[in-house]
């Protein structure tokens, strides 16, 4: 299995950047697809950022030009940069890994962090 565990959330004023950062446990890390989904209160679970065992990334179109998602497989870690925040980011963010080469939906992932908050104040 693997264990995913997050930091870098926090509190930051619109227009500030966070990075997240997410290291996962296990030898197989660079097999799997890596995804950061964002859930607001009242909200569905949605995808922020995805990214391909080879570097393949898709970005949700809220979040296109401003977030940047990439992965160090040799520290077994995907990060999100998130700059020029707004008021609209705020939310619990999770990291999460996927058997499969890419998903775009939660149900796709197998292994999740436990879910770090993001709140921007305007």
């Known amino acids: 299995q693997v264990q995913l565990v997050e930091s870098g959330g926090g509190l930051v004023q619109a227009g500030g950047s966070l990075r997240l950062s997410c290291t996962a446990s296990?030898?197989?890390?660079?097999?799997?697809?890596m995804g950061w989904f964002r859930q607001a209160p009242g909200k569905e679970r949605e995808l922020v950022a995805a990214?391909?065992?080879?570097?393949?990334?898709n970005y949700a179109e809220s979040v296109k030009g401003r977030f940047a998602i990439s992965r160090d497989n040799a520290k077994n870690t995907v990060y999100l940069q998130m700059n020029s925040l707004k008021s609209e980011d705020t939310a619990v963010y999770y990291c999460?890994?996927?058997?499969?080469?890419?998903?775009?939906?939660?149900?796709?992932?197998?292994?999740w962090g436990q879910g770090t908050q993001v709140t921007v104040s305007s």
């Open positions: 990214i391909t065992r080879v570097g393949g990334t």
């Open positions: 296990g030898r197989t890390f660079s097999s799997y697809g």
């Open positions: 999460a890994a996927t058997p499969n080469y890419y998903s775009a939906y939660a149900v796709g992932y197998d292994y």
